[in-house]
C-alpha cells in the first residue's frame, strides 16, 4: 500500500484517483500474466508480432494469427493509440494482414519506440486531474493504462518487485521498510509536489542508464588449483586465493568473505533491474554446472554436487561514486528464484583445466555445442532429451 500522506492535493476525488493508480500498479505487477484479465501485452508487443508474421510467414498462414491479434481490446475502436497514429493503416492492416502494408508498419513501430509510456502516462494523467470523471467510474481506465504501463517496464528489463515498489519510489521517496539499493538518482527526482512530474518520472526510469553491477557468488564443492581460474562463456571461476578475487573485493569484507572451502564465481552485467540481473546470473551459473558436473562425471573424486552456496553473496555497484558498494544485504527474494535451480550432479575437490588463451569462434561454437549436448543429456523428459540430441547432431 502506497502512503500519500506526503502527497498534498485539496482535491479528494484526484487524490483518490491516484492513490487508486498506485495500489493498483502494485497489485497487477504481482498478478501480471498470470490471468487473462492481466496480460503482458501493449501495443507495440502486438504490432511487433504482426510484423513478425508479415516478414516470416506465408499469405496461407499468417491471415489467422493477425485475425486473433486484431481482436485483441488493445485494437478497439476507443483506444488511445488508434486514435493518434495513422488509423486507416492500421485499420486495413488488421483487417486483411495486408503485406504491402510491412513497410508503413515497420515505420510505426519504429515512430513508437521510447515514445508509448509517455503516451499511456499522457492518458493517465488526463483521467485522474479531470475533476467531472469520479474515482468509481475512472477505475476501470486506470487499471487499463497501469497494466500497460507495467507490460512496458517488463519489456524493458525491470523485474516485478522493482515495479511495485516504484509508486511508493515517485510520490513519497523509498519507502521506510526497503532496503533495496537506490535503482534510481535520488536528485533525479522532481521536489515539485504534483502529480505531473511524479507520474512522467516513471518515463524516466524506464529509459534510464543502465545498472553496471557484479555479482560474486560461493559455489560449493568445486575446488580449484589454478591461480588465474577460468572463464566458461561470460563466467568466471576463481578459488578464494585469487589475485583477481581478491583485488575486486572490498577490504571490509575481503577475509571473512573470501574464508571459504570452495570456489568462487564472479559476471558483470548491464541491465535495469538488480533482481532481473540476478535470475539472469544464477540461470547461467547453474548451465556452467551442469556442464561441468556432467562433464566430470566418474571422477574418483566424485562425492557431492558442485552447486550454488545462497547463504552468502554480494552484488557490487560498479558505479559508486564513493568506491565499490557492496548490496550483500539486498532484501531479495531468494526464495523464490531457488525454486528455479536444478540440482546438478557434481563432484567435491574438483580440479579444472581449461585453456588460458582466449577462445577463437570455433572453440566458442564447440563449448555452446557442449551445452546443448548437456543440457539434452540430464533432461528428464523424453520428447527434450530428444529435440536436445537432435539439435546437437544438425549442428
Known amino acids: 500500500m502506497v502512503n500519500l500522506n506526503t502527497f498534498e492535493c485539496s482535491n479528494k476525488k484526484i487524490k483518490a484517483k491516484y492513490e487508486f493508480f498506485a495500489d493498483s500498479t502494485e497489485n497487477i505487477s504481482k498478478i501480471i500474466g498470470r490471468t487473462a484479465f492481466h496480460q503482458i501485452e501493449n501495443h507495440l508487443s502486438l504490432l511487433e508480432k504482426i510484423l513478425y508474421q508479415l516478414t516470416n510467414n506465408s499469405e496461407d498462414y499468417r491471415g489467422k494469427y493477425i485475425f486473433n491479434f486484431r481482436k485483441n481490446e488493445l485494437f478497439s475502436s476507443e483506444d488511445i493509440f488508434i486514435n493518434s497514429v495513422s488509423g486507416k493503416l492500421i485499420k486495413d492492416l488488421l483487417e486483411e494482414g495486408n503485406i504491402k502494408c510491412k513497410t508503413s508498419l515497420e515505420k510505426i513501430v519504429k515512430d513508437i519506440k521510447g515514445n508509448l509510456l509517455s503516451a499511456y502516462l499522457g492518458e493517465l494523467l488526463n483521467i485522474i486531474v479531470d475533476d467531472e470523471i469520479s474515482p468509481k467510474n475512472s477505475r476501470g481506465k486506470i487499471e487499463y493504462y497501469s497494466n500497460l504501463i507495467v507490460t512496458e517496464l517488463l519489456f524493458n528489463g525491470f523485474d516485478k518487485q522493482d515495479i511495485f515498489h516504484i509508486p511508493n519510489e ?60 577460468f572463464i566458461y562463456q561470460n563466467l568466471r571461476f576463481h578459488s578464494p586465493n585469487s589475485r583477481f578475487l581478491r583485488k575486486i573485493t572490498p577490504k571490509n569484507i575481503r577475509d571473512e568473505f573470501l574464508n571459504y572451502k570452495g570456489a568462487f564465481v564472479i559476471q558483470n552485467m548491464k541491465v535495469n533491474s538488480v533482481f532481473k540481473g540476478l535470475d539472469i546470473f544464477l540461470s547461467n551459473v547453474q548451465d556452467a554446472l551442469n556442464y561441468i558436473n556432467i562433464a566430470h562425471k566418474g571422477s574418483k573424486s566424485h562425492r557431492g554436487a558442485a552447486g550454488i552456496d545462497l547463504g552468502e553473496f554480494h552484488i557490487f555497484n560498479m558505479k559508486s561514486k564513493q568506491g565499490r558498494r ?38 566458442r561454437k564447440l563449448i555452446l555445442l557442449d551445452k546443448v549436448y548437456y543440457k539434452a543429456r540430464i533432461e528428464s523428459d523424453t520428447v527434450e532429451k530428444i529435440i536436445g540430441y537432435w539439435r546437437y547432431l544438425e549442428a
Not at 526510469?205 to 581460474?229: A, P
Not at 528455479?340 to 588463451?357: M, Q, S, W, Y
Open 170 to 229: 515517485i510520490i513519497s521517496g523509498k519507502g521506510i521498510n526497503d532496503n533495496r539499493p537506490s535503482f534510481f538518482r535520488k536528485d533525479s527526482f522532481s521536489k515539485k509536489n504534483d502529480i505531473k512530474s511524479q507520474l512522467f518520472k516513471i518515463n524516466e526510469i524506464c529509459y534510464n542508464e543502465s545498472l553496471n553491477l557484479q555479482y560474486v557468488f560461493r559455489i560449493k564443492n568445486l575446488n580449484i588449483d589454478m591461480e588465474e581460474g
Open 326 to 363: 557492496t548490496w550483500e544485504s539486498l532484501e531479495v527474494d531468494i526464495n523464490e528464484r531457488k525454486k528455479e535451480l536444478r540440482e546438478g550432479k557434481g563432484i567435491t575437490n574438483l580440479n579444472v583445466a581449461f585453456p588460458k588463451k582466449k577462445g577463437t569462434k570455433r572453440i
